[in-house]
């Protein structure tokens, strides 16, 4: 997947998210299937000769309004809460990983987020 690309509401911004369990990218997506504005996509581990792969790598979230990342955001909290977990999230070039509750880590992509969408732009 590219990092950006433009729906008609202007363009969409690409948030990876690699939990440390690959067999919760399925779980993880099932969690945030409802929220609105948002395409998910997970993405298949890359195999070795030989090997199935049956295993998933992350979840692409591909957000096509600036309002949905911070919702995006707020659901994968609340799964992060739920769970005993860490993941990785990838916003453009800025990575945190987080482990159960980490609102400074939280903070950090908040603000990401907000520079990555142009203003006006959010719903």
Do not use: H, Y
Not at 88 to 101: N, S, Y
């Amino acid at each position: 997947m590219q990092d950006e690309k433009v729906s008609p509401a202007g363009p969409a911004v690409e948030v990876r998210i690699t939990p440390t369990d690959s067999a919760d990218v399925p779980r993880l997506q099932q969690w945030l299937r409802d929220v609105r504005n948002v395409r998910l996509e997970p993405v298949p581990a890359p195999s070795e000769p030989g090997e199935q792969g049956d295993s998933w790598d992350f979840l692409v979230a591909l957000c096509t309004t600036g309002g949905a990342v911070p919702v995006l955001l707020s659901a994968l909290r609340s799964w992060i809460e739920a769970r005993v977990t860490k993941v990785r999230v990838k916003i453009q070039d800025v990575e945190v990983e987080l482990t159960g509750t980490d609102p400074e880590a939280l903070e950090t992509l908040l603000k990401v987020a907000r520079k990555s969408v142009p203003s006006g732009k959010g719903s």
